[in-house]
T-cell receptor, first 114, second 113 residues
Framework: EAQVTQNPRYLITVTGKKLTVTCSQN?????MSWYRQDPGLGLRQIYY???????DKGDVPEGYKVSRKEKRNFPLILESPSPNQTSLYFC?????????????FGSGTRLTVV | GNSVTQMEGPVTLSEEAFLTINCTYT??????LFWYVQYPGEGLQLLLK?????DKGSNKGFEATYRKETTSFHLEKGSVQVSDSAVYFC????????????FGKGTKLTVNP
């Protein structure tokens, strides 16, 4: 089954404790992206990657890092999480012409930073 | 920059009612337009899309027409069901080279039996 898999689904952590949210896709998609979803703000792009070793900032990259060492994986790293990073996070992937073919989204990771 | 504005919710309807969720956009060039649906506890799923002016996207009884003259992409369904209860997002493709999707803030729909 074609899918984007995120782990974990739920995470509660403390301020400053480094964490990684994993994202993996099995569709051989070149393009991958991370979004956060907040009430009243909709979805905002954090980082994206056009292919292996090619990453770039989205609209809200502060406090996040990403890497793309393999085509299928695109982890999101929070080096020192803060409470304002409490949010619902989605990973998505698409073919390189993603604007026309749409994204496939993961099921989301609900992160709480206390 | 590119942006999407969709009607604020929540929207509450009775089963079999007619649904319209308004969406307008601001964009340079000719973006593709999308509607995504998010069911409770799940990720977003592509509902329908349109890639050029006057295209009509349709799926599961939902329709939306790409209107360049009014920069709109309103979502409609003639008879909603309880199972349509979800959050609906309008989005456009940012064709500035980043392949980014720009989303509206979402409209929550609740359909009562």
């Amino acid at each position: 089954e074609a899918q984007v898999t995120q782990n974990p689904r739920y995470l509660i952590t403390v301020t400053g404790k480094k964490l990684t949210v994993t994202c993996s896709q099995n569709m051989n998609h070149e393009y991958m992206s991370w979004y956060r979803q907040d009430p009243g703000l909709g979805l905002r792009q954090i980082y994206y990657s056009m292919n292996v070793e090619v990453t770039d900032k989205g609209d809200v990259p502060e406090g996040y890092k990403v890497s793309r060492k393999e085509k299928r994986n695109f982890p999101l790293i929070l080096e020192s999480p803060s409470p304002n990073q409490t949010s619902l996070y989605f990973c998505a992937s698409s073919t390189l012409t993603g604007g026309d073919y749409g994204y496939t989204f993961g099921s989301g990771t609900r992160l709480t930073v206390v | 920059g590119n942006s999407v504005t969709q009607m604020e919710g929540p929207v509450t309807l009775s089963e079999e009612a007619f649904l319209t969720i308004n969406c307008t956009y601001t964009a340079t060039g000719y973006p593709s337009l999308f509607w995504y649906v998010q069911y409770p506890g799940e990720g977003l799923q592509l509902l329908l899309k349109a890639t050029k002016a006057d295209d009509k996207g349709s799926n599961k009884g939902f329709e939306a027409t790409y209107r360049k003259e009014t920069t709109s992409f309103h979502l409609e369904k003639g008879s909603v069901q309880v199972s349509d209860s979800a959050v609906y997002f309008c989005a456009l493709s940012d064709q500035g080279g980043s392949e980014k999707l720009v989303f509206g803030k979402g409209t929550k729909l609740t359909v009562n039996p």
